[in-house]
């Protein structure tokens, strides 16, 4: 109000300071929009002003609106055109920060390397008359970026000579920030010794280092022990964050952390508290971040892999695929995503395609110095390889879990020696999956340890050792809700002509829900989920959730295989259609997209300040 008063009375640097002021406290408040109307307003009238450094407060603050306002690349500009001028003026601090929250944006913009970049310039970083508080920020700002392109090596000496300065200098939240990061790194480079550089700090946050950082603190725990093969700390940590981040009102790092407790409720079998809190996630991310995708998206696609719902998880992945490269994601986010896109290509029986993903992510992890995030693409690797290809994942594998001694590792290692094994001998196959899933069992990753014991099954399924694996493993998946994968132990099972216990005899006529039917028509008339969304006024998640309950209610794995199963049950009489035309996959190996050429960035969101410049913690 005031502002406008200055406006009237033509008073440009009343105006300029009142306008700062304003853009700030609507930062503040989160309303980006409106912050960037008076940030606009205050560098047009500054430009009558005589005083440089007053001209120079206004573009910063404009910058910073615009990063607020998801205006990445003006707001790089912006900010980076204004520190030299600042630096000319020795007010080399701000210089610092301008820099800083550039990077941010570059970094938001996928600019990934030159984000890193400005953070890491020599002449910055010697810059002597910058104070502790600045160059500690501007390591961190290092140690962050480059943990997130799986540089751990320079993370680590950058997260070192922040600490170092936070202490020195008597910034508490700066060194706790710097210890995470350290933490982060060593843990990523294989030491699990890490884990309590991460819990030190979490301790200095909860004695006043910075609320956000005891939240953060919890998700870097909760992030690497799922890797690290320990899922109930996993979840344990998750909890932990998810509660205290409700508490502080820290609603960015709560839905992080609950994207993170749903991969490590999968990993542990419960998938659907897994579900609920994958999609509480991407409920609170859709709300902050209109138009914008979820970062929760890679775990939602893992979930319909989990379950066994391939199909879904497959188109799920092509998706994802078509809008990500590697300089868009954080990296361990694009193993992730590149391993479930595998493992779904290769069980919907595209092997090439699998083959395909598995190199390109390879090719890039091994320009890492990651020793935990890759090793299920390792493990996929091997069961998608041949010859050389697979017999260097395996060797890898057994190379980390001997140097490292992490127990997951070396039960992948075992499952990955399997598959190459049962290419010759189905008997050392079935010893080596039975091995790795008990090791799986022992350390509670019960969703792989029901894979091995399937895949143990399916190496020597003739044998009666091999039916009562088979068995076995549906029962494990028939316990987590995983009924793709029951149904595919079931049609291995009857494939040998091994009897299989009833589940009860279904009509599914009488079984199937009015909605489940109405869907199921309109999946023989050859639509796609996002059609027989539109048609029925429902989002597509949840047509895919009435999917999983058709197949599993028709005893099919596919889209293809319930409309054949459903017309040989008069399901579908009078109904029109034919055949399924929702292949969105193209035929195998060619035209999949494995990683997209560059996409146009999104330049505009609805995320507050305080989400933009911290999503990269």
Not at 583 to 604: H, K, Y
Request: charged letters at 25%.
């Amino acid at each position: 109000a005031l502002a406008r008063h200055a406006v009237g009375a033509a008073d440009a640097d009343a105006v300029v300071k009142l306008s700062i002021s304003a853009s700030r406290a609507a930062r503040a408040a989160g309303d980006a929009a409106t912050a960037l109307a008076h940030a606009n307003r205050a560098v047009r009238w500054a430009d009558a002003l005589d005083d440089a450094r007053r001209r120079l407060d206004a573009r910063v603050e404009r910058g910073i609106a615009l990063l607020d306002a998801g205006e990445w690349h003006e707001a790089a500009e912006e900010l980076e055109g204004v520190a030299g001028p600042l630096t000319a003026l020795r007010a080399v601090d701000d210089a610092v920060a301008a820099i800083c929250e550039a990077s941010t944006a570059r970094w938001h913009a996928g600019e990934h390397e030159r984000a890193l970049a400005l953070v890491t310039d020599p002449a910055l970083r010697a810059s002597a008359s910058a104070s502790a508080s600045a160059r500690a920020r501007v390591a961190n700002q290092a140690a962050i970026f480059s943990n997130m392109l799986a540089r751990f090596r320079s993370g680590l000496a950058y997260s070192r000579e922040a600490r170092e300065m936070g202490v020195e200098a008597g910034l508490p939240e700066e060194a706790c920030r710097a210890l995470i990061y350290a933490g982060q790194a060593r843990v990523c480079r294989g030491d699990a010794e890490g884990l309590i550089l991460i819990e030190r700090a979490r301790g200095e946050a909860q004695r006043g280092a910075g609320q956000r950082n005891e939240t953060l603190s919890l998700i870097c725990a909760s992030h690497v022990l799922l890797p690290l093969g320990r899922p109930r700390e996993a979840a344990d940590a998750a909890r932990a964050g998810i509660e205290r981040a409700i508490a502080l009102g820290v609603r960015d790092h709560e839905l992080v952390l609950r994207s993170n407790l749903g991969d490590a409720l999968i990993a542990t079998g419960n998938l659907e508290e897994g579900r609920r809190q994958i999609e509480l996630a991407s409920e609170g991310w859709r709300a902050l971040r209109a138009g914008i995708p979820s970062p929760s998206d890679p775990s939602e696609a893992m979930l319909l892999l989990a379950r066994g719902d391939i199909d879904n998880a497959l188109l799920g992945f092509h998706g994802l695929s078509a809008s990500t490269r590697l300089d868009r994601m954080e990296f361990s986010h694009v193993l992730s995503l590149m391993s479930g896109h595998a493992l779904a290509a290769l069980s919907a029986g595209h092997p090439a395609e699998a083959r395909a993903v598995v190199d390109a992510a390879l090719a890039a992890w091994r320009s890492t110095d990651d020793r935990i995030m890759g090793l299920p693409l390792l493990a996929i690797g091997a069961q998608a390889g041949d010859g050389d290809r697979a017999a260097q994942c395996v060797g890898q594998l057994q190379r980390i879990a001997r140097e490292t001694g992490m127990p997951f590792a070396r039960a992948l290692a075992r499952k990955a020696a399997a598959h190459v094994d049962g290419r010759t001998d189905g008997g050392k196959a079935f010893d080596g999956f039975q091995d790795a899933a008990r090791e799986c069992d022992s350390i509670g990753m019960v969703w792989w340890a029901a894979q091995a014991t399937m895949h143990a099954g399916l190496s020597d399924v003739e044998a009666d050792r091999g039916a009562a694996a088979l068995l076995d493993a549906r029962a494990r998946f028939e316990s987590m809700g995983a009924d793709g994968w029951r149904l595919r132990c079931e049609a291995a099972l009857r494939a040998a002509g091994r009897r299989i216990p009833s589940r009860g005899a279904i009509d599914a006529r009488g079984e199937l829900t009015a909605r489940e039917m109405e869907v199921l028509l309109r999946l023989a008339d050859g639509l796609t989920n996002r059609q027989i969304g539109e048609r029925l006024f429902i989002s597509e998640r949840t047509v895919a959730r009435h999917l999983i309950q058709v197949f599993s209610k028709l005893g099919v794995t596919s889209r293809t295989a319930a409309v054949h199963a459903a017309r040989e049950a008069g399901l579908l009489e009078g109904a029109t259609g034919g055949h399924d035309r929702d292949d969105a996959r193209g035929a195998p190996g060619g035209g999949v997209v494995v990683l997209a050429a560059p996409a146009a960035p999104a330049t505009r969101g609805t995320r507050g300040r305080g989400s933009a410049r911290q999503s990269a913690t």
